[in-house]
C-alpha cells in the first residue's frame, strides 16, 4: 500500500508549507497555553493528516511507511505536540481495528479515525506496567454477554480528547498470551479521566490517567 508518487510529490511540499507558515509560528501559543489551537486541529483535519496512513478505501490517503517517514522528517521540524494531535489516530490508536478489527469493526471506526471526527488512543501502560507490558493488571471479566473492565491505565497521550480506546486487558492467565485489545468508546459508562500530566516538556501534548 502506498500513495502513487506523483499525487505524494504534490503532499510532500503541502505539508511542508503547512508546517512553515502555520505550525511554527503557532510555536509559542503552544508554550504560553499548553495547547494546539483549535483552527489549527481543524486545518490537520481538513488536510487528511489523521487518515495519513489509513487505506483510501476507508477514506484516508493511504501513505506507506516510507512515506510516513518522510512526513515525519518534516513534523519533526516543529513542536512535537502538533504531531501528537494526529498521531494516535494514525499508528497506536486505529493500527490495531486496521490489522485485526472485523470488517465491521473498520468500517465503523475507519473513516471517522481518517477524517478526525473521531480521536483514538491506544491504552496499555499501566502505574505497574510500562516496559514490562506483559504484566499489565487490568481485568476484563466476562459478564453475560459483555466485559466488566477494571483497572487504571497510565500515560495515555490524547486521553482527553479520544472518543474511544484501544485497551489491553487481561482475560486470560498471566503473561502477554493472557491479554486481550479491546475498542472502548469513552462514553462507556464507568470511565474516569485522571487530572491532565504535567510534563517537564512537550507542551501542547495530552496525557492522564484512564480509570476503570
Ligand atoms: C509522553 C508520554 C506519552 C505516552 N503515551 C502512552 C500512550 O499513549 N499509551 C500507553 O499505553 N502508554 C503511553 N506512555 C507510557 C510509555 O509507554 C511508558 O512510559 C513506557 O512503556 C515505560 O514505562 P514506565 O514509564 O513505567 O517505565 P519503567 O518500565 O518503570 O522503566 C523505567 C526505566 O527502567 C528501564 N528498564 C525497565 N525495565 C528494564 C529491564 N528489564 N532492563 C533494563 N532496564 C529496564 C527503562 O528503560 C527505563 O529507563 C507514554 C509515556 C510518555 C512519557
Do not use: W
Not at 509560528?25 to 488536510?47: G, R, S
Not at 496512513?53 to 477514506?59: A, I, L, Q
Not at 493500527?95 to 471506526?109: F, S
Not at 473521531?118 to 466476562?142: C, H, N, V, Y
Amino acid at each position: 500500500m502506498a500513495l502513487d508518487q506523483e499525487s505524494f510529490d504534490i503532499l510532500l511540499p503541502t505539508i511542508q508549507r503547512f508546517i512553515r507558515e502555520r505550525l511554527v509560528p503557532a510555536e509559542n501559543h503552544l508554550e504560553e497555553h499548553d495547547e494546539v489551537p483549535a483552527d489549527i486541529i481543524q486545518d490537520m483535519k481538513d488536510m487528511g493528516l489523521f487518515g495519513l496512513t489509513v487505506p483510501e478505501e476507508y477514506g484516508g490517503i493511504g501513505l506507506s511507511v516510507s512515506q510516513e517517514v518522510l512526513v515525519n522528517y518534516e513534523l519533526g521540524r516543529t513542536a512535537t505536540a502538533f504531531r501528537s494531535v494526529f498521531g494516535t489516530n494514525i499508528g497506536i490508536g486505529s493500527q490495531g481495528i486496521l490489522m485485526d478489527g472485523t470488517p465491521e469493526q473498520k468500517a465503523e471506526y475507519l473513516p471517522k479515525v481518517a477524517s478526525g471526527e473521531l480521536i483514538m488512543s491506544f491504552a496499555l501502560t499501566e502505574p505497574d506496567a510500562g516496559t514490562d507490558a506483559a504484566s499489565l493488571k487490568t481485568r476484563a471479566d466476562l459478564d453475560g454477554d459483555h466485559y466488566v473492565l477494571n483497572g487504571t491505565k497510565r500515560y495515555i497521550t490524547n486521553a482527553p480528547r479520544a472518543g474511544a480506546f484501544t485497551l489491553m486487558a487481561r482475560t486470560g492467565g498471566p503473561g502477554a498470551g493472557g491479554v486481550s485489545s479491546f475498542i472502548l468508546p469513552a462514553n462507556t459508562p464507568g470511565i474516569k479521566l485522571g487530572k491532565k500530566d504535567k510534563k517537564m516538556g512537550q507542551r501542547g501534548t495530552m496525557t492522564c490517567d484512564v480509570i476503570l
